[in-house]
């Protein structure tokens, strides 16, 4: 019961996670099952990293699969082990950045948690990284730390140009929002200027138009009051 409300909770969006655990805790303590309501409150809530590493293991399995196998093999010396590690781990990083990007978080300090949890954990823990239930970053071992579990320096350095890029397209359609938002309120302020003058000539007309009938009226009642 509780391993299949972990991985239930540990899949949420992780603002709605501390909410979802107390309310299951408490569904379970009113149905009498108390040592597992005992379990569910005592889950802890998975800081940002161990967050998006359990998001990868559920929506990008095919890599995480493929990272743990390419672990395996490096262990064991198998040739091409190591370039599928780093192709695997890149995918996956990059997929991360994506994830954070889209929750409208801070990507660059967190990635190299997440990076760091991926290369430990696929070589320490598969199954618990292959479950999705951290929720601390795993932290590096000796394996983790050796050349073949880290991104060369050209591949990353095409990352983050590939990253700057994206900025760059999403500074620039920012940009463009904001100039057609800027264009469209001129052009109504155009047209209530426009609005404005032509109340304005009517207005003015009227008021003339209504000296003249003074003027009238005073003529008249000069000569009235002459004869």
């Not at 967050?51 to 390419?70: F, H, K, T």
């Amino acid at each position: 019961m509780a391993d299949a409300e972990a991985e239930r909770l540990y899949g949420l969006p992780l603002d709605e996670f501390t909410a979802a655990r107390d309310t299951r805790a408490r569904e379970l303590r009113q149905d009498g099952e108390r040592e597992s309501a005992a379990e569910v409150a005592a889950l802890r809530k998975p800081v940002l990293a161990a967050w998006v590493v359990n998001m990868l293991a559920r929506d990008e399995r095919g890599d995480i699969r493929e990272l743990v196998a390419a672990a395996k093999g490096i262990k064991a010396g198998k040739e091409g082990a190591d370039a599928a590690f780093r192709e695997a781990l890149e995918r996956l990083t990059d997929a991360g950045r994506r994830l954070l990007e889209a929750e409208g978080r801070s990507a660059d300090a967190t990635l190299q948690e997440v990076a760091g949890t991926l290369r430990a954990a696929a070589a320490s823990d598969p199954e618990l990284l292959a479950a999705g239930t951290l929720t601390q970053p795993v932290e590096s071992s000796g394996f983790g730390a050796m050349a073949g579990a880290s991104s060369s320096p050209a591949r990353s350095r095409a990352a983050k140009a590939q990253a700057a890029k994206r900025v760059d397209r999403r500074a620039v359609e920012r940009a463009r929002k904001a100039l057609a938002e800027a264009r469209d309120e001129a052009r109504a302020l155009e047209r209530t200027a426009t609005a404005a003058e032509r109340e304005a000539r009517k207005a003015r007309d009227l008021a003339e138009q209504a000296r003249e009938r003074v003027a009238e009226a005073e003529t008249r009642l000069g000569d009235a009051r002459a004869g």
